[in-house]
C-alpha cells in the first residue's frame, strides 16, 4: 500500500510538473510568439521538403487571429527551382474537437497578392526526418491542440504563377481563391503558356478549381474538380481554336501522387496549320478537325515521374486531312480506347488499345473517297522514353476495304524494324476505292502480302516487298484485257536513305498459271509464263528513275531488255534509257503476235513461212521536247515464203538502221548504215535471184542510193534510188525512179494471152511516188508490138497493200497492123491500121470498173482493109445487134471469105458497171460501127445507139464470142 500511494505521489507531482511546464510554454509562447518563428519554419521546411522563411508571425487567443508577413518557401539545393512568396496572410482560428482528434477551423482568411516562380521539369524534394524536438513538438500538437486544418471561409486577392521550363513559359494571372461555411473551396486565374521557338501560344482566359477546404497537417492532400473553357492553342503546326478540360483529381504531397479522376478533354475547331511539307513534288497533306473529346482516370506519381491512364476514350469528330491550298475538307470521326495507359517514366505501356474510325472521307482527285469501318487494335505496346525504343509487336488493321493487316513494329538501339503482313487482304478493292487502279476494272484475287523495313532510324532502311496474288481475276472496262486464275507472284527488295533523297531497289515478278487475253493478243501463262526482274534507283528529289536492268521475257516468244533513266514531271523532259532484244526465234514471234491474233481477218497469213533469229537494240532519249529513237534491228538465216503468192525469199541477212525523231529542228549530217541481203528471191514471174542493198537512215527516212538491177523474164528493170519519207508514221512517202531498157515483151508475158507478143518495152517512169497511200508516176512506157506503138502513161494506184487495190493508166496506141493482132484468133481476121486511146481506165478486184475506149482504123498505102464474116459477125453481137448473114444473106455471104472495109470505128465506156458501145461514123442518122465503101463490102448499123448493158453481161458475151467454138450465128 505504500508502494502504490508513492507511485501515485511520484506520478502527481510529474503531472504537476508537465502541467506547470506546459502552462509556462503556453503563457510564454503567447507572450513571445517570435520565439516559436524558427520552430514552425523547421516544422513546414520538415513537412513540404523546401526552405521555409517568415519575415513576422503573431497572434492572439481571445479571439484567436494569426498573422503573418513575408512567407518564403524555395527548393533546397536548387537555385530557383521553385519559390514561393506570400507577403500577407491573416487568418481567424478556433480549435474543435476531442484531445487527440482537434481541428485547426481557420476563418477569415486574407491573403493578397501571391507569388510562385519555379522552373520545370521539377521533382519536388521529400520531406525530411524531423529531428527528435520538432518530432515531440509536432505529436504534442496534434494531440493537445490540433492534428489537421479546416478552411472555413476566406479569400487570395491577387497573384500570379510563373513557371519555366526550356524556352517555354507557364503564366497564371488573376489568382481569386475564395471559401464559405459548408462550400467547396473555389479557385480561379488566368492562364497563357508561350513558345517562340516553335511560335506557341496558349491562352485560358478562366480556369477553375474546386476542392476540399480541410488539410491534413500530417499527410497534406488536396482534392477538388480542374474545369477550364474556351482554351485557345495556336503554334506553327497546331490551332485549336476553342478547348474545354474537366475532372477530378487528389494530390497527395507526402505520397507525391496525383490522381485524376474522369478526366475529360473537349477540343473544337482544330487545324494543323503547318505549311505544306514537300519531298520532291509530293505535298503532306494538314489536317483539321470540329471536335476532340477525351474521357479518363489519370494516376500520377510525382517523385517517380509515374503516370497511369484506365480506361482512356478519346473521339475526334469531323478530321480531316487536306492540302493547305485546296480548301477541301473531308471529314473523319475517330474513337480511342484502352483498358489501360502506363507512364512509369521513362515507360509508357499500353493495354488493349482499340482506334474505331466509323467514317472517313478521304479527298482523291476531285471527289471524296468513303471509308466505313475502319478499326486498329493494339493488344499491348510499350514505349521507353529513356531509351527510344517502341515494341508494338501486334498491331492489327481493318477496313471495310483492308482486312486482316497485322503489323509489327520495333525502334530499339536507334534501330526500327516494322513488318506489315496479312492474307486476303483484299488490298486490290481498296486500291480500285483510291483510284491507284484505272477505273472501272473489275479485280479479284486471293491476296498474300509481307512488308518488312529494317535499319538504322535515320537510314538508310532495307525494305523487302512479298506478294501473291492467287486466282487473280481481271477485266477492264471494254474487254480489251482479260485475264484469270491467274497466279502472280512479286518480290521486291530495295534501300530507302532519306538523307541521299534516293531508293534502290530490286523487283522480281512471275506470272506462271492462268490465261491472259489483250485485244486479239492470248498468252496460256502455263506454256509460256511472264517473267520479269527490275533492278534502279529512284531519287526522290530530282524524280529520277535510273533502271541498271529491266528484263521482261515472255518465256518461249519474246525477251526484252531494258537500261537508262526517267525523269518524272509533267514534260517528262529528260528520258534516256535502251531497249534490246537478244537474238530470238521468229517463228513464235509471227505466229503468237501476227498468225493466232489475225488469221480470221487475213487468212493469208496462214500461208505465209517464216525463219531465222531477230533482234533489236535501240536507244531512246528525250531532248528539248523531242523524241528520239535510234537503233538497228537484224534478221539473221531468214526466210519468208508467201505459198499463195508465189513470193519467197530465202537467206535473208537484214541489218536495218532505225532513226524516228519527232519535232526536227534541222537536216542532220550524221547517216546510220545497214544492208539487206538475200540469197534467193523469187515473186511471182520474176525468175530467181539474189539480192543486195545497202540502207542508209537519217531522222525519220530511209534509203537506198545505189540503183537496184531486178532480173525480169526478157531483160532487166533497173529501180533508182529510193527514199522513203516518214518511215514510221501513217502517211509514209516513197520516191524512185523505175528505167525499162528493151525488155522483150514475148518473154515478159508468157502464159498471158493466146497471141504470141513479139516486141520490146522501154521508158523512164521518173519520179514514181508512194504519198497518202496512193501511187503516181510521171514518164511513159512505150512498147513496140504489131507493127506500131502502144504508149502508156499516168500509171498509178491506189490501196496497193490492201486486199482490194485500184490500178489506173492512160494509153494510145497507133500504126498498130489489125493483120498481125487478129490472125489465128478466135475473133475473126481483120486487115487494116488501128490507132485509138484509153482513157482514166480503172482496175479493181482485177476486172476494170472505169474506162473511154476509142478504136478507130486509118488509111495506109499498101495496107489493104478487108474483114472476115466471122469477125463481122462478132462485132455486130458486141454492138448488141444481130447478125447481118442470116437467111439469104448468110447463103450470099458464104461464097466471100473477106469484105472490104472503108473504116471501123469503135467508141464504148464503163461507168458504175453500165457498159455502152457506140460507132463513131455517122450519116444521114445512122450510126455505124464498120462502113463500107461506095460500091463493095458490108455494113454493120449500131441497130441500138442508146443500149446500156451490165458490164458483166458484156463479159460473158465477149466469152461466148471468144470461145474456141467460134461465133454462135442466131
Known amino acids: 500500500m505504500r508502494l502504490i500511494k508513492k507511485i501515485f505521489l511520484v506520478s502527481g507531482f510529474f503531472l504537476c510538473v508537465i502541467t506547470v511546464i506546459f502552462s509556462g510554454l503556453g503563457l510564454y509562447v503567447y507572450y513571445h510568439p517570435e520565439r516559436i518563428k524558427p520552430m514552425i519554419e523547421r516544422s513546414l521546411s520538415a513537412t513540404t521538403g523546401l526552405s521555409c522563411t517568415i519575415e513576422s508571425i503573431s497572434w492572439r487567443f481571445q479571439p484567436m487571429v494569426l498573422e503573418a508577413r513575408g512567407i518564403l518557401l524555395k ?3 536548387l537555385q530557383d527551382a521553385f519559390t514561393m512568396e506570400i507577403p500577407f496572410i491573416r487568418a481567424d482560428m478556433a480549435v474543435e474537437g476531442p484531445w487527440g482528434y482537434r481541428s485547426l477551423i481557420l476563418e477569415n482568411i486574407q491573403m493578397n497578392d501571391i507569388s510562385v516562380n519555379t522552373t520545370l521539369p521539377i521533382i519536388l524534394p521529400m520531406g525530411k526526418r524531423s529531428s527528435f524536438s520538432v518530432g515531440i513538438i509536432q505529436r504534442l500538437v496534434n494531440f493537445f491542440i490540433f492534428r489537421d486544418i479546416r478552411f472555413q471561409s476566406g479569400e487570395i486577392l491577387g497573384g500570379q504563377i510563373l513557371a519555366s521550363w526550356g524556352d517555354q513559359t507557364l503564366m497564371a494571372r488573376n489568382i481569386h481563391a475564395k471559401a464559405e461555411n459548408d462550400k467547396p473551396l473555389l479557385l480561379s486565374f488566368a492562364m497563357e503558356i508561350k513558345n517562340p521557338s516553335r511560335n506557341r501560344r496558349v491562352t485560358a482566359p478562366k480556369v477553375n478549381l474546386s476542392g476540399s ?4 497537417m500530417k499527410d497534406f492532400t488536396f482534392s ?15 490551332e485549336i481554336q476553342r478547348m474545354d478540360v474537366q475532372s477530378r483529381f487528389i494530390y497527395s504531397h507526402t505520397r507525391k501522387k496525383l490522381d485524376v479522376e474522369n478526366l475529360q478533354v473537349h477540343c473544337r475547331d482544330i487545324a494543323l496549320s503547318r505549311d505544306a511539307k514537300r519531298m520532291g513534288s509530293t505535298t503532306v497533306p494538314v489536317s483539321s478537325a470540329e471536335s476532340v473529346s477525351m474521357q479518363t482516370a489519370l494516376e500520377y506519381d510525382i517523385s517517380a515521374g509515374n503516370i497511369a491512364f484506365a480506361p482512356l476514350k478519346m473521339d475526334i469528330n469531323g478530321l480531316a486531312l487536306i ?11 475517330v474513337s480511342l480506347q484502352a483498358d489501360g495507359i502506363s507512364i512509369r517514366s521513362p515507360v509508357i505501356g499500353f493495354t488493349n488499345v482499340t482506334l474505331q474510325i466509323p467514317r472517313m472521307a478521304i479527298r482523291t482527285g476531285t471527289r471524296d473517297t468513303l ?11 510499350r514505349i521507353d522514353m529513356e531509351k527510344k525504343s517502341i515494341a508494338l509487336p501486334d498491331v492489327r488493321f481493318d477496313t471495310s476495304g483492308l482486312k486482316n493487316i497485322l503489323l509489327a513494329l520495333e525502334r530499339k538501339d536507334s534501330r526500327i524494324n516494322v513488318t506489315l503482313q496479312g492474307k486476303k487482304t483484299a488490298f486490290l478493292e481498296a486500291a480500285a476505292v483510291f483510284q491507284l487502279l484505272p477505273p472501272e476494272w473489275n479485280l479479284s484475287a486471293t491476296d498474300s502480302i509481307r512488308v518488312q523495313v529494317t535499319g538504322p532510324e535515320a537510314g538508310p532502311w532495307q525494305v523487302q516487298v512479298k506478294l501473291s496474288l492467287e486466282a487473280l481475276v481481271l477485266k477492264n472496262k471494254d474487254g480489251s484485257l482479260m485475264g484469270e486464275n491467274i497466279l502472280l507472284t512479286t518480290d521486291t527488295e530495295g534501300i530507302i536513305d532519306l538523307t541521299q533523297s534516293s531508293m534502290t531497289f530490286a523487283v522480281a515478278l512471275e506470272a506462271k498459271a492462268g490465261e491472259t487475253l489483250y485485244d486479239r493478243y492470248y498468252v496460256n501463262l502455263a506454256q509460256n509464263p511472264v517473267v520479269m526482274s527490275c533492278n534502279g534507283t529512284y531519287q526522290f528529289q530530282q524524280n529520277i528513275l535510273q533502271l541498271s536492268r529491266l528484263r521482261f521475257d515472255l518465256t518461249g516468244i519474246l525477251p526484252l531488255e531494258i537500261q537508262g533513266f526517267f525523269k518524272q514531271g509533267p514534260s517528262l523532259r529528260d528520258v534516256d534509257f535502251s531497249v534490246n532484244i537478244p537474238q530470238v526465234s521468229l517463228k513464235p514471234i509471227f505466229h503468237h503476235l501476227l498468225l493466232e491474233p489475225y488469221k480470221a481477218e487475213k487468212p493469208y497469213l496462214a500461208n505465209i513461212e517464216t525463219g531465222g533469229t531477230i533482234s533489236a537494240e535501240f536507244k531512246i532519249k528525250r531532248f528539248e521536247n523531242a523524241w528520239q529513237v535510234k537503233g538497228r534491228f537484224g534478221w539473221r538465216d531468214g526466210n519468208l515464203i508467201f505459198q499463195d503468192r508465189d513470193i519467197s525469199l530465202k537467206g535473208i541477212h537484214l541489218d536495218l538502221p532505225v532513226w524516228y525523231q519527232t519535232e526536227l529542228a534541222e537536216a542532220s549530217p550524221e547517216r546510220l548504215n545497214g544492208k539487206l541481203d538475200v540469197q534467193s528471191m523469187t515473186v511471182a514471174r520474176l525468175p530467181e535471184q539474189p539480192l543486195g ?28 534510188s529510193v527514199l522513203i519519207n516518214n518511215f514510221y508514221n501513217p502517211d509514209i512517202s516513197v520516191h524512185t525512179r523505175l528505167t525499162f531498157d528493151g525488155i522483150k515483151l514475148q518473154s515478159l508475158l508468157t502464159d498471158i494471152g493466146t497471141i504470141p507478143i513479139e516486141g520490146t518495152l522501154t521508158g523512164i517512169l521518173d519520179p514514181v511516188k508512194y504519198e497518202n497511200h496512193v501511187i503516181t508516176s510521171q514518164g511513159k512506157m512505150t512498147a513496140d508490138v504489131f507493127g506500131g506503138k502502144i504508149i502508156l502513161t499516168e500509171l498509178g494506184g491506189e490501196g496497193i497493200f490492201t486486199s482490194s487495190p485500184l490500178i489506173h493508166l492512160n494509153a494510145s496506141w497507133n500504126d498498130l497492123l489489125l493483120t498481125d493482132m487478129t490472125t489465128d484468133s478466135t475473133f475473126g481476121k481483120i486487115e487494116g491500121v488501128l490507132k485509138g486511146s484509153i482513157r482514166d481506165f480503172e482496175i479493181a478486184y482485177g476486172q476494170p470498173q472505169r474506162f473511154e475506149l476509142l478504136l478507130e482504123t486509118v488509111e495506109k498505102k499498101g495496107i489493104p482493109q478487108t474483114i472476115s464474116i466471122k469477125a463481122v459477125d462478132n462485132i455486130a453481137q458486141i454492138g448488141g445487134g444481130q447478125s447481118p448473114f442470116m437467111g439469104l444473106a448468110g447463103a450470099f455471104a458464104s461464097i466471100f471469105e473477106r469484105f472490104p472495109y472503108k473504116k471501123i470505128g469503135i467508141r464504148a465506156n464503163l461507168e458504175n458497171d453500165m457498159f455502152a458501145i457506140n460507132g463513131t461514123i455517122k450519116e444521114d442518122g445512122t450510126e455505124y460501127l464498120v462502113k463500107r465503101r461506095t460500091f463493095s463490102g458490108i455494113n454493120i448499123v449500131n441497130q441500138n445507139p442508146d443500149n446500156r448493158i451490165s458490164f458483166k453481161d458484156m463479159l460473158k458475151r465477149i466469152n461466148r464470142i471468144t470461145h474456141k467454138g467460134g461465133a454462135v450465128v442466131q
Do not use: M, W
Open 693 to 720: 542493198i545497202i540502207l542508209d537512215a537519217g531522222p525519220n527516212f530511209l534509203s537506198v542510193d545505189s540503183p537496184t538491177v531486178i532480173h525480169v523474164p526478157g531483160g532487166d528493170l533497173l529501180l533508182g
Open 213 to 216: 477546404n480541410a488539410f491534413n
Open 224 to 238: 477538388g474538380t480542374l474545369q477550364a473553357k474556351d482554351v485557345n492553342l495556336q503554334d506553327t503546326e497546331l
Open 371 to 381: 471509308i466505313r469501318d475502319t478499326q486498329i487494335r493494339i493488344p499491348d505496346g
Open 75 to 77: 527548393t533546397i539545393g
Open 323 to 333: 492540302e493547305k491550298s485546296s480548301g477541301s475538307h473531308p471529314l473523319i470521326d
